[in-house]
């Protein structure tokens, strides 16, 4: 398509990066007092996010405060994020990983401006609890943390050979988390602070200019739409966290986590396939099912192939090859 001619003294064309131009937010169901039956039940099956308020977690919400969780989980070493900006990417890798005993990074995660810092005196931290053996282990707060996880009642909704890992977090006030998918469903578990969290459905990936599992896209309030136009067509579901809610996020569901006050929260993964549909060296549960790993090496392998041919005839090739995607694989079951 030829580009229209460039007028002598004319304006160039403001860059669209108006809220307003995007999908107005649907918010996140929310349910009180919700059983393990009513949750497999009513809930799990929609494959929908929903954030379940009222849940018994233990000592956890009152307990974990500063002192008593510097004290309580001491000095061992933990790694974490340092990042001199909010909206943190881990396809640039905008942030430093760096080490500290556990009783002075949390104290540090705490406060608004730091005496001692890395970067800067408004840095900001991120930790998310490793295995013993990262390459090996799965994270598990039970075993890194056993002393705090004594005060925290997980929410079994789950059967137990389903689990796969608990994942430790806590971060500045502030801190923006890259838009991402998991392949396993999970519990977000916020115990001290306020999150806010936006949701796209996985019908929505197309919109959302993927590098893996991850989105190009940081700043999902306000968005570049020159550079990301088709962004103002994913459909953006949207909730508040506060200390005790549990929010359920199906697998496959992309999310993006503020943190409008430091917070403390835990992850608990588990398998919604059956274990064998899973990498067995995934100690992240990040890892794309098997099946669709193979499924993508296939289709790398007859792109390759179509190189063989002319522009026009690749072209052609290329849009049946998507048709049939979409007539064999395409669902009208989901959202």
Known sequence: MALAPKIPGSIPPAKDTNPSSLQPASPVARHCGVSRERFRQDIYPLRKPAVLKGIHLGTCTTKWTVDYLSQTAGTREVKIHVSTVPQMDFLSKNFLYRTLPFDVFVRR???????????????????RSLGEDPRKDIADIRKQFPSLAED?????????????????????????????YDIMDNFLIQIVGKKRVVLYS?????????????????NVDNPDMEKYPLFRKARRHECSLEAGDVLFIPALWFHNV?????????????????SECYDKTDTYGNKDPMA????????????????????EYRDFYARRMVLRIQEKAYSTNYE
Do not use: C, M
């Not at 996985?202 to 940081?218: C, F, H, I, N, W």
């Not at 943190?259 to 929260?265: A, L």
């Open 292 to 311: 669709a790993s193979r499924a993508v090496q296939i289709l790398d392998r007859a792109l390759k192939t179509l190189e063989e041919l002319p522009e």
């Open 258 to 274: 503020i943190s409008e006050e430091f917070g403390v929260g835990v992850n608990v993964f588990w398998k919604h396939l059956p």
């Open 152 to 180: 925290i009642q997980i929410p079994e909704y789950f059967e137990k050979e389903q689990f796969f890992s608990s994942v430790f977090r806590i971060s500045s006030a502030g801190l923006q988390l890259w838009t991402h």
């Open 202 to 218: 996985p019908r929505d990936a197309p919109y959302l200019y993927l590098a893996g599992t991850k989105s190009e896209v940081l």
């Open 109 to 127: 995660a705490a406060e608004v401006k730091h005496t001692e810092y890395f970067i800067s005196e408004d840095e900001k931290y991120y930790l």
